[in-house]
T-cell receptor, first 114, second 110 residues
Framework: AQSVTQLDSHVSVSEGTPVLLRCNYSSSYSPSLFWYVQHPNKGLQLLLKYTSAATLVKGINGFEAEFKKSETSFHLTKPSAHMSDAAEYFCVVSASNRDDKIIFGKGTRLHILP | DGGITQSPKYLFRKEGQNVTLSCEQNLNHDAMYWYRQDPGQGLRLIYYSQIVNDFQKGDIAEGYSVSREKKESFPLTVTSAQKNPTAFYLC?????????FGPGTRLTVT
């Protein structure tokens, strides 16, 4: 079975400070992991993906995530938050070639304080 | 420009009417998906299709129907049997690993 848990429904940080959005997963298969961002009333945009290559994955807009198998985690980080980062972020786990096994977390709303 | 288009962006219907949401992709992807998004619930899978003329129910298929007559198109019909149709609907297609999402259609039924 697969599942994904985003540990915080809301995160608030000040502009210019680091961002940490936490995601834990479980999977019976060798998983692929993704982070997507969604701005209000928009579709989801891929930030980064892990597909069994390098465990430290760099994405767009300065975001990165580290796949830690021992901790079953895939936390999203950014060194310095920008006002434009305010959005909802989704952690996603999928099993290779299983279209019915793409599981979305419930999302983390990131607020950026001026 | 490659991508996924959904139309219309906003849709209003009276209760008891069927309504069809459009999804088109020019990414040459075989797999396509429909999700429903409600506040605080993430995305829930309605239907998916891995190839033309074939589709599978997702977790919340009741009250919805789909067709996949062309690779590029995967329309979703919200029928009058769907008890709570008001929601944000997202269409996606899948490449080698990741999914690509359309801009969404917000459906309001009154």
């Amino acid at each position: 079975a697969q599942s994904v848990t985003q540990l915080d429904s809301h995160v608030s940080v000040s502009e210019g400070t680091p961002v940490l959005l936490r995601c834990n997963y479980s999977s019976s298969y060798s998983p692929s992991l993704f982070w997507y961002v969604q701005h209000p009333n928009k579709g989801l945009q891929l930030l980064l993906k892990y597909t069994s290559a390098a465990t430290l994955v760099k994405g767009i807009n300065g975001f990165e995530a580290e796949f830690k198998k021992s901790e079953t985690s895939f936390h999203l980080t950014k060194p310095s938050a920008h006002m434009s980062d305010a959005a909802e972020y989704f952690c996603v786990v999928s099993a290779s070639n299983r279209d019915d096994k793409i599981i979305f977390g419930k999302g983390t709303r990131l607020h950026i304080l001026p | 420009d490659g991508g996924i288009t959904q139309s219309p962006k906003y849709l209003f219907r009276k209760e008891g009417q069927n309504v069809t949401l459009s999804c088109e992709q020019n990414l040459n992807h075989d797999a396509m998906y429909w999700y429903r998004q409600d506040p605080g619930q993430g995305l829930r899978l309605i239907y998916y299709s891995q190839i033309v003329n074939d589709f599978q129910k997702g977790d919340i298929a009741e009250g919805y129907s789909v067709s996949r007559e062309k690779k590029e198109s995967f329309p979703l019909t919200v029928t009058s049997a769907q008890k709570n149709p008001t929601a944000f609907y997202l269409c996606a297609s899948r490449g080698t690993y990741e999914q690509y999402f359309g801009p969404g259609t917000r459906l309001t039924v009154t």
